[in-house]
């Protein structure tokens, strides 16, 4: 796969939809660089959002920690079997456990400093979701989201069909 002038794709198996999110996330990660705001919340075109939705983001945003680079508002119920005890933070925010999900996030200025620093050094490695996610389980990124016990303030509308093919 070809290379963009501002980073390396080093996944070869990146498809098309895939790249382009990965693109589009960045691009949301520049603006709020380049635009000094203090965090973005981000959702994709799929989310569910909940009527309760501003009254947990409230609350989770109230009790994530400082150094948050990523604050992940969802988490699909079928990676609830990956949390564990050690994950907890408070009631509202646990250490990133889950593997996939861009649905909905908030991202730091700091936290789009690094992942943009990252990209820029190391490159395009994999999908948005698991470079994230997988970065934030070896301590690259500080990641953070809900723990299970916590109801999500939305969901995947899984009668849309994806634009990530």
Partial sequence: MGNNKEFKILWKDFKPGELGNFVSHYYAWKYVVENKLDSLL???????????FIEKYIKIMNNVPEDYDV????VDPNQYPRYRTEHYINDYISKGYQ???????VISRQGAEKLIKYINKIGMDHPTDWFIFRKGH?????VYT????????????????????
């Fill in 71 to 74: 604050m992940s508002i969802f």
């Fill in 42 to 52: 981000i959702f994709e075109d799929d989310a569910i959002i909940h009527n309760d």
């Fill in 138 to 142: 070896k301590g690259i990124f500080n």
């Fill in 146 to 165: 809900v723990p299970p016990k916590f109801p999500s303030p939305l969901e995947i509308d899984h009668s849309y069909k994806s634009q990530v093919q």
């Fill in 99 to 105: 593997d996939w999900s861009t649905l909905c996030y």
